[in-house]
């Protein structure tokens, strides 16, 4: 009787530790399974709901005039005349059409803080993702606004005028200041702070415009400048990849090269947007050609080698890059507006600005997306850093 009541006890314990070890067998099972998906960001769901067409156009800042069919390309490029400073019917319907990313708001579209300020809120209310709007406000010679009549804001001198007080506070308050008044008329984005160290004296580009010819002084007001900016609420974009300040001639102009190896340029140029690059918004990169770094012959903003090898692989950039103007000369003499845009975006930029002929250059991505020349999923990492900045600043609410 006592042993069949110990084999009964046995048996009941038994069971009970085989039903106790089950879960404990199941938990590194549980422990291994893979995290549930996090949530998409605002921009990755942008993206997937986008058509190829909305894809394209996210990757243009244009002149406004550019949206008005009326205009030549001659007439939109010019400095002074022809500018649009209201929105109408025709370009409301080319907004709807091409579904640009942004805007380059310059002097000759400006009349008045109202004016401007209406001018940028109907752009708005007529994209339905939300633009940038940028314009070239560096503070000296290169200042829409500051340089427009009617305007109560503060002008600079220069920035090397900034640079040679060595104190990089006034810097940040330059950034600050330029940034509260363009937060104010309704701009998100200016194209500053130059970067470019004023190395040659014969650049008949940079000049004063640059902080200095000392890279380090460069570096830390260019990166003071961007915080500033950033402070009042504004994007900045570092100019001009891979830097300016060594050449002697305009790429407005025409054809310019800079006969530097890539060692000297760390040394130097590059210094002040290796700083930069932790938090400037975007990289504008330059048409200037560097035969001494890349073998294809190609000017920076079409530079596989450049963008691609040095820029993002080498130095580790991976924000939002943009083109200089694709208007000036060293581009349009050598290439029609199809043709470097479809480069640039295979090289690796992610915005085009200012097309010479917008409608051309889009057509020629769209072509190229279509024949295989540029992936689609090449052309979504374009989109997704582009939605990104949008999203961080607000602009995807």
Same mark, same amino acid.
């Given at each position: 009787?006592?042993? =069949?009541?110990?084999?009964?006890?046995?048996?009941?314990?038994?069971?009970?530790?085989?039903?106790?070890?089950?879960?404990?067998? %199941?938990?590194?099972? @549980?422990?291994?399974?893979?995290?549930?998906?996090?949530?998409?960001?605002? +921009?990755?769901?942008?993206?997937?709901?986008?058509?190829?067409?909305? /894809?394209?156009?996210?990757?243009?800042?244009? *002149?406004?005039?550019?949206?008005?069919?009326?205009?030549?390309? %001659?007439?939109? @490029?010019?400095? =002074?005349?022809?500018?649009?400073?209201?929105?109408?019917?025709?370009?409301?319907?080319?907004? /709807?059409?091409?579904?640009?990313?942004?805007? +380059?708001?310059?002097?000759?579209?400006?009349?008045?803080?109202?004016?401007?300020?209406?001018?940028?809120? +109907?752009?708005? %209310?007529?994209?339905?993702?939300?633009?940038?709007?940028?314009?070239?406000? %560096?503070?000296?010679?290169?200042? *829409?606004?500051?340089? @427009?009549?009617?305007?109560?804001?503060?002008?600079?001198?220069?920035?090397? +005028?900034?640079? *040679?007080? @060595?104190?990089?506070k006034n810097a940040q308050d330059v950034g600050l200041t330029i940034g509260s008044y363009l937060k104010r008329y309704g701009f998100n984005l200016d194209f500053a702070p130059v970067a470019d160290v004023n190395t040659n004296p014969e650049n008949i580009v940079i000049g004063n415009r640059s902080f200095g010819s000392d890279p380090q002084l460069v570096a830390k007001m260019v990166s003071a400048e961007i915080e500033g900016f950033h402070e009042a609420g504004i994007m900045t974009c570092v100019k001009h990849f891979p830097g300016h300040g060594d050449t002697k001639g305009d790429t407005h102009k025409g054809f310019v090269s800079t006969e530097k190896t890539w060692e000297e340029l760390k040394q130097c140029e590059l210094i002040p947007f290796i700083s930069a690059f932790k938090n400037t918004d975007m990289i504008m990169i330059a048409h200037i050609t560097a035969p001494n770094i890349t073998s294809d012959g190609l000017p920076s903003s079409l530079s596989h080698e450049m963008i691609e090898g040095k820029l993002r692989n080498e130095l580790d950039y991976n924000g939002v890059v943009i083109t200089d103007s694709m208007a000036m000369g060293a581009i349009t003499q050598e290439y029609t507006s199809d043709t470097a845009a479809v480069k640039a975006i295979a090289g690796g930029a992610d915005m085009i600005l200012m097309p010479e002929q917008f409608e051309e250059a889009y057509n020629g991505i769209y072509d190229a997306v279509k024949n295989g020349t540029i992936s689609e999923k090449r052309m979504d990492e374009s989109v997704l850093r582009i939605l990104s900045l949008k999203e961080k600043y607000g602009l995807l609410e």
């Open positions: 009787m006592k042993k =069949t009541i110990f084999n009964i006890v046995t048996l009941i314990l038994l069971l009970i530790l085989t039903s106790c070890s089950a879960p404990s067998e %199941e938990k590194p099972d @549980s422990i291994n399974k893979a995290p549930a998906d996090e949530p998409l960001s605002k +921009a990755e769901q942008v993206l997937q709901g986008m058509t190829l067409e909305e /894809k394209i156009g996210q990757l243009f800042i244009i *002149r406004p005039d550019s949206l008005d069919p009326n205009l030549t390309p %001659e007439q939109i @490029s010019n400095s =002074t005349k022809y500018g649009v400073t209201e929105l109408s019917d025709q370009m409301i319907e080319s907004l /709807k059409q091409y579904h640009i990313g942004g805007i +380059a708001i310059f002097q000759k579209n400006i009349l008045s803080p109202e004016q401007l300020t209406g001018f940028i809120d +109907a752009l708005q %209310e007529q994209s339905e993702i939300p633009l940038f709007v940028g314009v070239d406000e %560096e503070g000296g010679s290169v200042s *829409r606004i500051a340089n @427009s009549t009617g305007f109560d804001v503060k002008k600079y001198e220069s920035m090397e +005028a900034v640079g *040679r007080t @060595s104190d990089s």
